[in-house]
């Protein structure tokens, strides 16, 4: 699907007070940034920001990052944060944006940086070429291993079901393990307690397409 360009977004993404223009002069640092010790959560791939904002606002203990390659998404983003923090007593302080490309991710964060990776409604890059551009695939799973805490986890959640079966075969190929899997996320329970949906998830669920979430953790 072709996105529609915002004039003016890079202009005013670089202008933002919430978003990081050199993100790479935070490497091992982010903790410094937020001024706490408190725990770093990112999404790769954040869109329009709805899931990382809302998580931001319910848990005001764990520092946020999301990451977004295309400035006419991200800058909606940016609309909900200044909407959000318009007049209030209280902003929301521990949640910053990123517009970078997710390959380059390692220039960003140091080993054991990050505590948890959100993964939601990625490209599917349908493409076999494209495989390795998936951020769910082995060679994205070795990437996010440079940073990601010993203890830490990927959360995955999609409704592309050949997207949702590659990630499942590529796990144990990247050395990591399966923690949890359903195919039917908002009929289950246990895995849709405290969910919170993400613009598609919302819009594809509304057309009675199945949610798909899996938790990866490093093989132990």
Not at 81 to 87: A, D, F, T, V, Y
Request: proline content about 5%.
């Amino acid at each position: 699907m072709r996105l529609r360009n915002v004039k003016g977004s890079r202009e005013t993404i670089a202008d933002s007070p919430y978003t990081i223009n050199e993100p790479e002069l935070q490497k091992a640092k982010w903790n410094e940034f937020f001024g706490n010790d408190h725990p770093i959560h990112i999404e790769v791939g954040m869109g329009k920001g709805r899931f990382i904002t809302e998580l931001a606002q319910k848990n005001p203990r764990i520092n946020y990052i999301g990451i977004e390659k295309y400035s006419s998404v991200l800058v909606r983003a940016l609309e909900k944060m200044e909407l959000l923090n318009s007049g209030q007593d209280n902003p929301v302080t521990n949640l910053i944006f990123i517009r970078m490309d997710a390959e380059n991710i390692c220039d960003v964060f140091a080993p054991n940086e990050v505590d948890r990776i959100y993964l939601n409604f990625s490209d599917p890059w349908p493409k076999d070429r494209h495989a390795k551009r998936r951020l769910t695939s082995k060679e994205f799973f070795r990437r996010y291993d440079q940073f990601l805490a010993q203890n830490g986890r990927i959360e995955f959640k999609t409704d592309n079901r050949p997207l949702f079966d590659f990630s499942l075969e590529e796990i144990p190929l990247a050395g990591w393990t399966l923690s949890a899997c359903t195919f039917d996320l908002h009929h289950d329970d246990a895995m849709n307690e405290g969910n919170i949906m993400t613009e598609y998830e919302e819009k594809f669920s509304s057309l009675g397409n199945p949610i798909y979430k899996l938790i990866a953790v490093r093989a132990q």
